[in-house]
């Protein structure tokens, strides 16, 4: 199992070296924000292989949080993001 742990963070890290990638170069600012949202996810998932591996749920409520945060992220850029295509 602890095999599977280790692929499964392996390519977590490689997802968010690639939406680090995204975030750097996107040429748009929504692009930017998608990136930051899948990194942040990202985060999550790693931490909730984390809980998994150590079998600590003590660390529930910083996914709830992160998540939250991604959620609430996401939902303001793209409310701006309209926004600022209506005004064009």
């Known amino acids: ?3 599977v742990y280790a692929i499964v ?6 997802a ?3 939406t680090l990638v995204r975030l750097f170069q996107g040429p748009h600012a929504l692009d930017r924000v998608a990136a930051l949202d ?5 985060i999550v998932a790693a931490t ?3 809980v998994a591996y150590f079998e600590d749920g003590s660390n529930i409520p910083l996914l709830v949080a992160f998540a939250l945060l991604a959620f ?9 993001a309209e926004r600022r295509e209506r005004h064009r």
């Open 48 to 50: 909730a292989v984390y």
């Open 9 to 14: 963070l392996a390519m977590l890290c490689l």
């Open 1 to 3: 199992m602890i095999v």
């Open 72 to 80: 609430v992220g996401s939902a303001t850029a793209a409310r701006l």
């Open 16 to 18: 968010g070296v690639l």
């Open 38 to 42: 899948v990194f942040i996810l990202l």
